[in-house]
């Protein structure tokens, strides 16, 4: 009954070497969130989508790149990988104005980078 | 700036002892404060929210805006209880979860 799922669930790739990583939903919900957790550190808030719009953290590097396409679907384009962006990338999704506006996540993407 | 501090990295207790996780955070308006927990090959999940005042699993977290934290307690820990607990803080009234975690606390509940 996964209601949000993440492809892949392990990606291993090349330095500098272009990588997408999928989210897809079935709860309709019209906030999807793109979080990287490093190793032993607190999962971080990439950027979000409120419907078709998009949002970006002020820290998030240029290098990471989204799109929605449709409510179902968010994608995460890292253009260049580097070793530092080895990490879990969790990807969550809420509904406003339902009042029950809590994060249902996936189980992640964990990215590795050689 | 927005901050959410678990000082334990490891919190190890036996079976029926009471159980505190805790988390100080530090924001300058009024935040939304959550416990998120993470069992093992499972996803994060929600635990609880303050504005609920709910006990899930038998946890309870009081926010104390004066001492700015919101602590996770339980008295009486379970096996099952062993887990990943993240606490996490939102600005209240802006709809969007835009969550600051901590750093989380790993849980282990010893027979």
């Known amino acids: 009954d996964a209601m949000v799922i993440q492809n892949p669930r392990y990606q291993v790739t090349q330095f500098g070497k272009p990588v997408t990583l999928s989210c897809s939903q079935t709860?309709?919900?019209?906030?999807m969130y793109w979080y990287q957790q490093k190793s032993s550190q607190a999962p971080k808030l990439l950027f979000h989508?409120?419907?078709?719009?998009?949002?970006n953290e002020a820290d998030t590097p240029d290098n990471f790149q989204s799109r929605r396409p449709n409510t179902s679907f968010c994608f995460l384009d890292i253009r260049s990988p580097g070793l530092g962006d080895a990490a879990m990338y969790l990807c969550?999704?809420?509904?406003?104005?339902?009042?029950?506006?809590?994060?249902?996540f996936g189980a992640g993407s964990r990215l590795t980078v050689l | 700036a927005q901050r959410v501090t678990q000082p334990e990295k490891l919190l190890s207790v036996f079976k029926g002892a009471p159980v505190e996780l805790k988390c100080n955070y530090s924001?300058?308006?009024?935040?939304?404060l959550f416990w998120y927990v993470q069992y093992s090959r499972q996803r994060l999940q929600l635990l609880l929210r303050?504005?609920s005042r709910e006990s899930i699993k038998g946890f309870t977290a009081d926010l104390n805006k004066g001492e700015t934290s919101f602590h996770l307690k339980k008295p009486f820990a379970q096996e099952e209880d062993s887990a990943m607990y993240y606490c996490?803080?939102?600005?209240?009234?802006?709809?969007?979860?835009?969550?600051?975690f901590g750093t989380g606390t790993r849980l282990l509940v010893s027979p």
């Open positions: 709860l309709n919900h019209n906030v």
């Open positions: 969550a999704t809420s509904i406003i104005g339902s009042g029950a506006n809590v994060l249902t």
């Open positions: 303050h504005i």
């Open positions: 996490a803080l939102s600005p209240l009234n802006t709809g969007f979860q835009k969550l600051v």
């Open positions: 989508y409120y419907d078709k719009d998009f949002n």
């Open positions: 924001y300058s308006g009024s935040p939304e």
